[in-house]
């Protein structure tokens, strides 16, 4: 396997708190991961970590060979590692297209461009000129997502994609990431949906009080409804 993403054992601290203890793991190329567990298991805080928005007391990342722990987020983003995150951050004030141009990037060249994007996200085509506040939250998740593309990510990361979403959209949103998958995505997502985590990934990593405590293929996870069970209360 080609891998993309290397954590080694990761302590990230919010001040004195520990929050993440010696988390590892590792994404290959063109797979979607999906990291779950229990709300506040660790799993934004992971995120935010691999990403540079927190830096971890201790351990390292690797993105495609580069330290990038010491990094600052805008450099990990022009690297090619960027976060979808789950409270949206749209600009309220701005049209759709307008939200999708400050996503662009002048630092990476790929596919994503507004062409692109709205063969991707036709409702946004469609709302192109509609003000980003007036949007509802599927649109805005579509939106966020779309965002991110036009930056032309490497590897995203989607942070609770399916939280609060209609069934509709959910199903939406499940299409979406198999397509992105289609055409080379690397795809980190944070779930507590276990059957839409199932829908999608290649590979599940639970996390459980700022641990790994379990990791198989999506086949493997499926059967096992001990571990279900035991860290997600299906």
Known sequence: MDTVLVAEGLNTFYGK???LFDVSLKVNRQETLCLMGRNGAGKSTTFKTLVAVLKPRSGKILFNGI????KKPYE???L???LVPEDRRIFPTLTVKENLLMGASTHRKGIWNLDMVFEFFPVLKDYQSRLGGNLSGGEQQMLTIARTLMGNPEV???DEPSEGLSPVMVSTLKDLIIRLKSVGSTIILSEQNVKFAQSV????VIIDKGSIC???DIETFKKNEEIKKAYLAV
């Open 67 to 70: 330290d990038i722990t010491k």
């Open 201 to 204: 990934s290649d590979r599940v």
């Open 80 to 82: 090619g590692l960027s």
């Open 76 to 78: 990990v983003a022009r």
């Open 214 to 216: 379990y990791e198989s």
């Open 17 to 19: 708190s520990h929050i």
């Open 156 to 158: 995203i990361l989607l």
